[in-house]
């Protein structure tokens, strides 16, 4: 069964912990980005990364880390340093690194904040 | 920086209408423009990726049209359906695979 897997699918945290969210692609894609989404509004960019062991900041990296030690992976680590972190957490990933290609997008993870 | 438009952002209208849904963009650089849909709590599903030197693309009820130069694209949906009901977003690429969302169109689609 091939595409983007992200889990979990909800998530709760206690203030002052950092949560690591998953995202898995068997599509052998080169690129993988993390956005946020909040409610009513459009997708924010916070990390992506074109190829194994480089990534980069997007818009909103504050409070946010990430790492890309396989192709196959690229986890989200929300530190206790983001703010605001209750939000819906959506990966992508697309064929290859230049030249405007399709993104494609995984199931998402809902983060909560108690 | 690319800022990105979507009118109206929301929309009803009863099943079997022809419907126009619309995107405009600061920058007119672009590599290509991609239409998303989004179901409530679910990811995006890739409808429609215009290149920057295509004028139109077309799969099944849905047309996308771009015109870079005004920086704007439509997307035209044929004989609506109460399945059509979504979110749809339009996102430009500028820098190569860094896509720019628009706040997105609800629609509705009454039976």
């Known amino acids: 069964d091939g595409g983007i897997t992200q889990s979990p699918k909800y998530l709760f945290r206690k203030e002052g912990q950092n949560v690591t969210l998953s995202c898995e692609q068997n599509?052998?894609?080169?690129?993988m980005y993390w956005y946020r989404q909040d409610p009513g509004q459009g997708l924010r960019l916070i990390y992506y990364s074109q190829i194994v062991n480089d990534f980069q900041k997007g818009d909103i990296a504050e409070g946010y880390s990430v790492s890309r030690e396989k192709k196959e992976s690229f986890p989200l680590t929300v530190t206790s340093a983001q703010k605001n972190p209750t939000a819906f957490y959506l990966c992508?990933?697309?064929?290859?690194?230049?030249?405007?290609?399709?993104?494609?997008f995984g199931p998402g993870t809902r983060l909560t904040v108690l | 920086k690319q800022e990105v438009t979507q009118i109206p952002a929301a929309l009803s209208v009863p099943e079997g209408e022809n419907l126009v849904l619309n995107c405009s963009f600061t920058?007119?650089?672009?590599?290509?423009l991609q239409w998303f849909r989004q179901d409530p709590g679910k990811g995006l599903t890739s409808l429609l990726l215009?290149?920057?030197?295509?004028r139109e693309q077309t799969s099944g009820r849905l047309n996308a049209s771009l015109d870079k130069s005004s920086g704007r694209s439509t997307l035209y949906i044929a004989a609506s359906q109460p399945g059509d009901s979504a979110t749809y977003l339009c996102?430009?690429?500028?820098?190569?695979?860094?896509?720019?969302f628009g706040g997105g169109t609800r629609l509705m689609v009454k039976p």
């Open positions: 215009i290149q920057s030197s295509q």
């Open positions: 599509l052998n894609h080169d690129a």
């Open positions: 992508a990933t697309s064929p290859r690194r230049f030249g405007g290609n399709e993104q494609f």
């Open positions: 996102a430009p690429d500028n820098a190569g695979n860094m896509l720019t």
């Open positions: 920058d007119s650089a672009i590599y290509n």
